[in-house]
């Protein structure tokens, strides 16, 4: 993909948890590595999934640790000059900043490859990634296995006790009591959201389409 470029691109992997972002990213990691390039890795300082270390090692033996950053500033701030590769995972925690900072390094000759998923708990765009997405040369989006029905997932299903967690709750939530499944559309609850909907649909079946 984009061989020979002489400029820079932005790839972005997206799709719902579970969905193998991250062992794609490592894997276009893996192979930059082998390739010789100069590469970079960043990850969200919100993500404590591998206790704090993100390390990718290529058979040969080079290896590199992802370094945490807290916002787009703070990654500009530490990508160095020279760099060929920079690679960022679950970068639907960063702020919007993080558009301009893919693009100037773009801009400047660099190979991102940006993970993330794309979709909140409620089915909405998470974070800068409808943006990024947008802006990217290359797209690839990822789908897991739903738990419930065992169709491609494309959802993130959050459970409080169990329970389907309700819309209002807050977009990042880490540390909290709640979990996550992958879920496809149809097994997807949203409880408020849904409601709302219903509601909706209600009102254009008394009133009419006018009305609404
Ligand atoms: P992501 O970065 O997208 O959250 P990871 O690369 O960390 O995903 O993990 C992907 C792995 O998760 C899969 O290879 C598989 O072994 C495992 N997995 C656990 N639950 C599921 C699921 N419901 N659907 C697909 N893979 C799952
Ligand atoms: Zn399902």
């Given at each position: 993909m984009l061989h020979g470029a002489r400029h820079g691109w932005v790839e972005v992997v997206a799709g719902?948890?579970?969905?193998?972002k991250s062992e794609e990213l490592i894997r276009r990691v893996r192979r930059a590595l082998i390739a010789g390039r100069r590469v970079q890795l960043f990850k969200s300082h919100l993500d404590d999934r591998y206790g704090g270390q993100f390390r990718i090692s290529s058979h040969d033996g080079r290896q590199i640790d992802a370094e945490p950053v807290s916002n787009s500033v703070q990654l500009a701030e530490k990508v160095r000059p020279e760099t060929q590769v920079v690679a960022i995972d679950e970068a639907q925690f960063m702020d919007d900043g993080i558009c301009e900072v893919v693009d100037a390094l773009a801009d400047a000759g660099m190979r991102v490859i940006v993970a993330g998923t794309d979709m909140d708990f409620r089915g909405e765009p998470f974070g800068p990634m409808g943006l990024l997405l947008a802006r990217a040369e290359r797209i690839d989006k990822l789908n897991a296995i739903c738990v419930v029905c065992g169709d491609p997932a494309t959802r993130n299903q959050r459970l409080i006790d169990g329970k389907p967690a309700p819309a209002?709750?807050?977009?990042i939530q880490v540390g909290g009591a709640e979990s996550y499944e992958a879920r496809c559309r149809g097994c997807h609850v949203v409880p408020k959201r849904d409601r709302a909907q219903g509601e909706l649909l209600l009102r254009r079946a008394t009133e009419g389409w006018e009305g609404v």
């Open positions: 719902v948890m579970f969905s193998g209002e709750g807050p977009t």
